[in-house]
């Protein structure tokens, strides 16, 4: 918590000021995080001092909050098309990025607790704090400037995407993969970044988005799989102990929406819809092969019965048999015309 106050501090994040009359002064909380490594270890702890954002007023405290990610579909063709050129795959984590955008509403916050308090006084914000519902609109803004500003250019198709040359970044809010044909200008890229953020440099990609990233050392190919993740699936639904199936879809049923008159117990409605988002995240993920099993039980997300409930818990059993499958990108296709 110390850590996090000093890192405010020193980023100016806020000016102490006086209990203002005229606005009214935000919540604050402290989150507590931690970082897994590829097989699912805690590697670190963090904390943060945020926003309840949800006490902003639209039109008073912010007004846009939209910021881009990369999508599924393109961080997966990067990743094909690094494999099949041999290309560099790096990656970087910025710290406290909110922090580097700058706000321009007037907007107060209360100190943070549980350390030295100043009586009677409240932060008046001057930069993008976790929390508030502009955040993430300003840290996108702010980065995606600074690329632009080194010649990289936005793919209309994704904006969470840039390109320069034969060299790409993706962008999903403070981490950034980039990928490249030559180790130099990735290095002359992080160089830049270095000297306007504070970056962590995490070298070649083994972890991207709760993804495993592995490379063939000799072919190039990747491979992309979420055992960690599949795992905390199956252990949080219950599944654990669970007899492995071959199928995530029984091919003898056909399920149906509920009469409108049947209503589903409420922890049922909580686990089916929780589980079946849970189940999405690893359809784009890694596992197309649940696509269509997945994408049948969304569609019954308020109208579900028991036999829906059993439908999401074999698709469970199958992924407890098939946790190691990965997805596979061909590597070294350099000499195909």
């Known amino acids: 918590m110390a850590e996090e106050k000093q890192s405010l501090d020193d980023n100016c994040t806020w000016k102490i000021v006086n209990n203002p009359e005229h606005r009214k002064v935000l919540g604050g909380k402290w989150v507590f995080k931690h970082k897994r490594a590829v097989n699912g270890e805690i590697i670190r702890y963090k904390a943060r001092w945020v926003v309840r954002g949800f006490e902003q007023k639209e039109g008073i405290d912010y007004n846009e909050t939209f910021a881009s990610v990369v999508k599924p579909m393109s961080y997966k063709a990067i990743f094909a098309v690094a494999a099949a050129l041999g290309l560099y795959v790096e990656q970087?984590?910025?710290?406290?990025?909110?922090?580097?955008?700058?706000?321009?509403?007037?907007i107060y916050l209360e100190q943070p607790n549980g350390l030295d308090q100043i009586p009677g006084k409240v932060c008046l914000l001057?930069?993008?704090?976790?929390?508030?519902?502009?955040?993430?609109?300003?840290?996108?803004?702010?980065?995606?400037?600074?690329?632009?500003?080194?010649?990289?250019?936005?793919?209309?198709?994704?904006?969470?995407?840039?390109?320069w040359e034969n060299y790409y970044m993706a962008i999903y809010v403070d981490d950034l993969l980039l990928v490249g044909p030559k180790?130099?200008?990735?290095?002359?890229?992080?160089q830049s970044l270095n000297k306007y953020f504070k970056m962590t440099d995490l070298g070649l990609c083994s972890y991207y988005l709760g993804m495993s990233v592995r490379k063939h050392l000799v072919n190039w190919a990747l491979f992309l799989g979420q055992r960690a993740y599949l795992d905390k699936v199956i252990h949080d639904f219950g599944m654990a102990e669970c007899k492995p199936?071959?199928?995530?879809?029984?091919?003898n049923i056909k399920l149906q929406a509920m009469l409108?008159?049947?209503?589903?117990?409420?922890?049922?409605?909580?686990?089916?819809?929780?589980?079946?988002g849970s189940l999405i995240y690893a359809m784009l993920g890694t596992r197309p092969d649940i696509a269509f099993a997945v994408s049948t039980l969304s569609r019954y997300m308020a109208k579900l019965g028991p036999e829906h409930i059993t439908a999401a818990k074999r698709i469970l059993w199958y992924l407890k048999g098939s946790i190691n499958l990965e997805l596979a990108f061909r590597g070294d296709l350099r000499s195909i015309h």
Do not use: R
């Open 92 to 106: 970087m984590d910025v710290k406290t990025a909110f922090l580097y955008g700058d706000i321009n509403e007037e």
């Open 126 to 163: 001057k930069k993008a704090l976790y929390g508030l519902k502009q955040s993430p609109h300003i840290w996108y803004n702010t980065l995606a400037e600074f690329l632009k500003g080194l010649g990289f250019h936005q793919l209309s198709s994704d904006l969470g995407v840039f390109t």
């Open 183 to 190: 180790k130099p200008e990735i290095e002359k890229v992080k």
């Open 245 to 251: 199936v071959s199928l995530p879809m029984d091919p």
């Open 260 to 276: 409108a008159d049947y209503k589903p117990l409420p922890a049922d409605l909580h686990w089916y819809t929780s589980c079946v």
